[in-house]
């Protein structure tokens, strides 16, 4: 019952739903009782030779009367309770998507796609029942059970009712038996689940990789090994589930011998009459759904309430960056300072960034270069405020990251990462995203400046092109250009590039280049590469290694020194010519 309680909030907000589909119970309750007592009176009348039409009418009124308000009554109820389940589903919903958009990496690192799937789904599903079928069972076993009883105590006869109704609490005492091994049974088949779906996300999104290394039998093998460990663990559940119907015919059915036979000797002994004898079988079969019921409904609080724990501790996770009180917003034309005195990530004590110090003034270009796993990115993931447990202090505008609103923040920048991630609509939304507002001369203006207007104009259908599910059906180098453009539209006030020109050949990136210094929009770049072609008319160049900037300066004055800026641009330059 304690899932009641630690959902007590939404009942409180859904009082007045709840409270017509409880009256709405009890109604249809009360119109369960009319049918059996009207056939047991038609019984009587017919037995004693007292049936007349005029009778036999008032009792077909009755029962249509009481069948039509029951179907009314139910429909009311159903509407009711079950709109308070679909509302609970829908905030429940609402609350984990926003948490998880609002998580950080070491969030996603922690917990598994399928799993956090799995939690929007089964689990979900489990609270919804509480507040669906868990009300409903709960009212209907206390209503509907309590009005029989009493109805058959009073109409017919008290020590029939204690006989006859002696086995159904067998009745909810072996659902809840079954139901706990049931449970057991189906803890297991969700985390089957949460593999299976694990396996079938991983599949997807590897499906590229698989193809290439040509591993579709072995990973079908796999997938199959899954599916077939959830089917046997569902197996398991269906064959103790099967167990329960046998065991309530036969409890059923000793209920009905029991009236049979006891009420049968009371008509005998005159006690009662054959009519109430018949309207108490029809008691019985009223009282049957709600005494099965009241052990299912064990089942159905329990599944929820471990399902809203596991929820409520996904949802007590708190993501490492929060936004402070009173928190600030980015000035107009904001200067970056950064200083860094050193950075590990959370969960490992690896220093990855030291020292790294540097000012970036509204309207100029900073390079970043360095080897691979030297740094850039992490850099880039402490501007956008991704961690905050970095020693020292990064500005923007003259105000600390950590005080600035996170919105705010974000809108600054605009960034295209290594990875992209095109979402599986149109060209022009995919562009669009989140500016929907923009004028469509813009949207060509971002995609003319990431040199995708000519590819874009070549496709059958432009603008309004479907891009496939991430990007599948545009080559690597189109889907750079195409977040480039995506990155370009809002205007930011800082540009960041994270090598998102890798697949693009040298004359088209020249071209980006070229269109990036024409940009009449004054903003600031942040360019990673590892070209140094990219980043040559940077104001400043920082070059990192294992986490530290080893030389800095300009391009003309970093190719006279030694380092492995001159090294590296000779190199390159040589494989140019090649
Ligand atoms: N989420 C993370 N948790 C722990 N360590 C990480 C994480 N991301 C990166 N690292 C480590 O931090 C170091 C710097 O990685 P980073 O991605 O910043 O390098 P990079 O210079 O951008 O490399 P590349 O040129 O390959 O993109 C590496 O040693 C990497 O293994």
């Given at each position: 019952m304690g899932i009641f309680r630690k959902l007590a909030w939404f009942f409180r907000l859904q009082k007045r739903r709840y409270l017509v589909g409880v009256v709405f119970l009890v109604l249809t309750a009360f119109t369960n009782l009319v049918i059996p007592r009207s056939i047991g009176q038609f019984a009587d009348w017919a037995n004693q030779h007292q049936l007349t039409w005029p009778r036999l009418g008032i009792l077909l009124g009755l029962i249509t009367i009481a069948g039509l308000l029951q179907y009314w009554f139910r429909y009311i109820w159903r509407n009711q309770i079950w709109g308070g389940a679909a509302d609970l589903e829908r905030q429940l919903r609402g609350k984990l998507f926003q948490h998880y958009l609002a998580m950080d990496d070491t969030f996603f690192k922690r917990h598994r796609i399928g799993d956090l799937m799995a939690r929007c789904t089964n689990d979900i599903s489990a609270v919804q029942n509480v507040a669906g079928v868990g009300i409903l069972t709960l009212a209907d076993s206390i209503i509907t059970g309590g009005t029989t009883i009493i109805a058959m105590i009073v109409l017919v006869n008290w020590k029939l009712t204690l006989i006859a109704i002696l086995p159904l609490p067998f009745l909810a005492l072996m659902a809840k038996v079954l139901g706990d091994k049931l449970h057991a049974n189906f803890a297991k088949s969700q985390a089957a689940f949460a593999q299976l779906s694990n396996k079938t996300q991983e599949s997807m999104t590897g499906i590229k990789v698989i193809k290439t290394l040509g591993q579709e039998e072995a990973d079908i093998a796999d997938f199959n090994k899954k599916v077939e460990q959830t089917i046997n663990i569902n197996r398991h559940v269906n064959r103790v589930d099967a167990l329960f119907d046998p065991l309530t015919s036969i409890i059923i059915g000793l209920t009905y011998v029991i009236t049979i036979v006891y009420g049968s000797h009371l008509v005998l002994q005159k006690q009662i009459t054959i009519g109430q004898l018949i309207a108490f079988v029809g008691y019985i079969n009223a009282l049957i759904w709600p005494m099965f019921a009241i052990g299912r409904l064990f089942n159905v609080l329990e599944r929820g309430n471990a399902s809203y724990d596991r929820i409520q501790a996904l949802l007590a996770e708190t993501a490492l960056v929060q936004e402070p009180a009173q928190a600030q917003l980015v000035p107009a034309q904001p200067d970056l300072v950064v200083d860094i005195q050193s950075f590990h990530y959370?969960?490992?004590?690896?220093?990855?960034?030291?020292?790294i110090n540097f000012q970036l003034p509204f309207g100029k270009t900073l390079g970043i270069v360095g080897?691979?796993?030297?740094g850039k990115s992490t850099l880039v993931k402490l501007l956008l405020r991704?961690?905050?447990?970095?020693q020292g202090q990064i500005t923007l505008g003259g105000i600390d990251l950590r005080k600035l609103q996170l919105d705010s923040l974000r809108a600054s920048f605009s960034y295209v990462p290594q990875e992209n991630f095109l979402f599986s609509t149109t060209i022009e939304n995919n562009i669009r995203f989140g500016n929907y507002q923009s004028p469509k001369q813009l949207v060509i203006a971002a995609a003319q400046v990431g040199a995708i207007d000519p590819d874009i104009a070549k496709l059958?259908?432009?603008?309004q092109t479907m891009v496939g599910e991430?990007?599948?059906?545009?080559s690597g180098g189109q889907q750079q250009r195409l977040a480039l453009a995506r990155a370009l539209l809002?205007?930011?006030a800082i540009l960041i590039l994270d090598?998102?020109?890798?697949?693009?050949d040298a004359k088209t990136e020249v071209k980006i280049n070229h269109n990036l210094r024409q940009l009449k929009t004054a903003q600031s770049k942040i360019i990673i590469s590892q070209r140094l072609r990219s980043v040559m008319d940077a104001d400043e160049i920082l070059v990192l290694d294992q986490g530290k900037i080893i030389q800095r300066g300009r391009h003309a004055k970093l190719i006279q020194t030694t380092g492995w800026y001159a090294q590296m641009w000779q190199r390159q330059q040589l494989n140019l010519q090649k």
């Open positions: 959370p969960d490992s004590q690896q220093l990855v960034l030291q020292k080897r691979i796993g030297s991704r961690f905050d447990n970095y059958p259908a432009g603008y991430k990007g599948m059906s545009l809002p205007q930011p090598d998102s020109t890798s697949a693009l």
